[in-house]
């Protein structure tokens, strides 16, 4: 998510085994969207679902009663 906005990354990784990383910069991902727009919709119901599953919490925590 942090290479969509310049909010701080959401998540970290730790590898337990020797592993290859590939490194996108925010700015040739950037340039990769211009490039190839289907980027861009392949991401959407990915990031479309984050925001219903966050929806979803925040019913399931805010009681019944409370006027919105």
């Not at 730790?14 to 990769?32: G, H, M, N, Q, Y």
């Not at 190839?36 to 979803?56: H, K, S």
Request: glycine content about 2%.
């Amino acid at each position: 998510m942090g290479l969509i906005d310049d909010a701080p990354r959401s998540a970290t990784v730790v590898a337990i085994v020797p592993t290859e990383c590939a490194l996108l910069s925010k700015w040739d991902f950037r340039k990769e969207l211009r490039h190839d727009p289907d980027i861009a919709l392949a991401l959407l119901p990915v990031l479309n679902e984050r925001i219903r599953e966050l929806e979803a919490r925040l019913t399931q925590d805010r009681p019944a009663d409370q006027a919105v």
